[in-house]
Every structure is written in structure tokens, then in C-alpha cells.
């Protein structure tokens, strides 16, 4: 196990073939699984200067994926990704406070039936 700060390893990294544009990039993410990529991978398609977005878990005894999007027009491939996690960001944050009102509302009903 790491001892410090200075052990611990990036979130994400960026891989570029030599030479290659900005446009075509794989992100590697660690400690993460399906349940990020599969729903990244859709919010990053969702978007219309995306050409390519998919991910690959590189071994099951491995928590990393391999992101890899290409863009057209000459965007960075960083650009939709940062646009897709915020997305996701907002979805995420309108279920959980979606979720937590309709438990309070039952809460309260629930509350009103034993007075």
C-alpha cells in the first residue's frame, strides 16, 4: 500500500499516440468500473462533435478503464470529456435531490398517518 501522498497514483491519465491530434485521445481511469464508463461513454456521444467514444476494461482483475474518444473538426477530445462527466455530474445530482424529496414526502405522509 502507498505510504504517503506522494505514492499515490493518478485518477486519470492521458495516452497520445506520438503524433497524433488532439482530437483523438484514450483516457485511462483507475479504480473505476462499467458503472462510470458505460455512463460516460453515453453522455460523451450524446454530444455532436463527438465521432468516436468508447471504453474497454483492460482485465477483470483490474479496476481501470480505457476511454477513448475522437472528435471532429479539430475540438480536443479533452473538451467532451470534461463536458460529459459535468453532465453526468448534473444527472446524477438531480436524482439523489429527486430521490431525496420523494423520501421526505414519504416520510411526512407516513408521519401524518399515525397522528
Do not use: W
Amino acid at each position: 500500500m502507498a505510504g504517503g501522498d506522494g505514492d499515490r497514483k493518478a485518477v486519470l491519465e492521458m495516452v497520445q499516440a506520438d503524433g497524433a491530434d488532439e482530437g483523438c485521445v484514450t483516457f485511462v481511469l483507475h479504480e473505476e468500473d462499467h458503472t462510470l464508463g458505460n455512463s460516460l461513454r453515453y453522455m460523451v456521444m450524446k454530444n455532436p462533435d463527438v465521432e468516436f467514444c468508447g471504453y474497454s476494461i483492460t482485465h477483470p482483475s483490474e479496476s481501470k478503464i480505457n476511454f477513448r474518444v475522437q472528435t471532429r473538426g479539430g475540438l480536443p477530445a479533452t473538451e467532451p470529456l470534461r463536458k460529459g462527466l459535468n453532465d453526468l455530474t448534473d444527472v446524477c445530482q438531480h436524482v439523489l435531490h429527486t430521490f431525496e424529496a420523494r423520501v421526505k414526502e414519504f416520510r411526512d405522509r407516513q408521519e401524518e398517518a399515525m397522528e
